[in-house]
């Protein structure tokens, strides 16, 4: 279940004590349901893979995201992820609706500077949510995409728990309006798949298709010559709470 | 697994001796699934095969496609729906002649694919605002 770890990560245990501290270290005031995405015109879409090949080890998928850009009460990218994804599921009480994506907001408390920005599943390269898991349902693909294999998951949340960034959501009730590439349903957890079945057919996840701002940028951060590889060693960027040693895939800019 | 097995070969014999599925003969005491076919003769295996070990054709892609990512294989639910949705209700499921549902609930072998899977072909899901 477990991919090679990359060099430089550390060993899994590293994070626990560190993940007590939890959510509420994160800093973060205020939780805006509402949420864009962001895309621009992606230079470097990921390439077809040829039917019959399994996903690659040497590559490894991941998000650049430069909240400077992610535009205040915009919520696109939000909407481009339940379309593609078919959460279309409005439950009476909301805290129980899926979140794949959701829109945060960043106050400095000081002076008062509000960061907006779009927060889902970050692709650990050292996943809590897969070491956690009691029957392997969740699991990180060669790729890096961490996934939730729901034929096995059995719906016990623990990984919901062990997620440092709340990214994981449990579908509470029957579904019918599934679309044919995303099945999902009732009593299994999910997140953000990094739209596995657009990227498996040379395709950029649709948040980042759908920011009109061009703050999402998708790509292989292990090919020196992509465009996110190539900004994220050109400019500054975070990994949230990166204390946590987790890896992610996703990364900000501009925090 | 066994169970399944052993229930679905039954069903797939009974069939097998009932060429025109409807009810067994006017006059018959035992129904037979009434099996509609939108698109017949693509299928990816022949018929025998494909009654006796669709469930493992369609589990072992389950798990290449999930786990390890392979896509394009000719084992797959979406592909099955394209062509044995009924031409009357768009789906596999909904009433006892459509595809599915009409062998599994003659041979009382509950579905669970569709608990997840869209059972419609060419479904477009819309979404919601958050
Ligand atoms: S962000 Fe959460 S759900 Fe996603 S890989 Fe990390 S621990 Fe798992
Ligand atoms: S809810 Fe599912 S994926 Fe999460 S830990 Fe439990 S079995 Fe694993």
């Known amino acids: ?255 | 697994m066994k169970l399944l097995r052993i229930l679905a070969t039954l069903l797939f014999a009974a069939i097998a001796v009932s060429p025109a599925p409807t009810f067994a003969g006017e006059g018959g005491r035992t129904a037979k699934p009434v099996i509609e076919i939108a698109n017949p003769g693509k299928c990816v295996a022949p018929v025998d095969e494909m009654r006796r070990n669709h469930m493992e054709m369609l589990k072992h892609q389950r798990d290449r496609t999930m786990r390890q990512g392979i896509r394009g294989e000719p084992a797959s639910l979406n592909a099955c729906i394209e062509c044995h949705a009924s031409k009357k209700t768009g789906s596999v499921l909904g009433s006892n002649e459509n595809f599915c549902q009409s062998c599994h609930s003659y041979a009382a072998v509950k579905l669970d694919c569709w608990d997840c899977h869209q059972p419609k072909a060419g479904f477009k899901a819309t979404g919601v605002k958050p």
């Open chain 1, 1 to 255: 279940m477990t991919a090679p770890q990359e060099p430089g990560s550390n060993p899994r245990r590293a994070f626990i004590a560190a993940a007590g501290a939890g959510v509420a270290g994160l800093g973060f005031t205020a939780i805006a349901p509402g949420l864009h995405l962001m895309a621009v015109g992606q230079a470097d879409a990921a390439e077809v893979r040829k039917a019959g090949s399994a996903a690659s080890p040497a590559v490894r998928w991941g998000l650049l995201i430069d909240a400077g850009k992610c535009a205040p009460g915009c919520t696109k990218c939000i909407d481009a992820c339940h379309t593609e994804n078919g959460v279309s599921e409005k439950l009476p009480d909301p805290r129980q609706n899926s979140q794949w994506i959701r829109k945060i907001e960043l106050v400095d408390r000081r002076d008062g500077r509000k960061t907006e920005l779009p927060m889902m599943c970050q692709h650990c390269a050292n996943p809590p949510c897969v070491d956690v898991c009691p029957t392997g349902a969740s699991m990180k693909r060669a790729d890096g995409i961490v996934l939730v294999d729901r034929h096995t998951c059995i719906g016990c949340r623990y990984c919901m728990m062990a997620c440092p960034y709340k990214a994981r959501s449990l579908v509470h009730v029957p579904l019918t309006e599934q679309n044919p590439e995303v099945p999902r349903g009732q009593g299994c957890v999910e997140s953000c798949t990094l739209c596995v079945h657009r990227v498996d057919r040379g395709q950029t996840p649709a948040c980042v298709e759908s920011c009109p701002e061009g703050a999402m940028l998708f790509g292989d951060l292990n090919d020196p010559s992509s465009a996110i590889a190539k900004r994220i060693a050109s400019v500054p960027t975070t990994q949230v709470r990166s204390d946590l040693r987790l890896n992610q895939g996703v990364r900000y800019q501009g925090l």
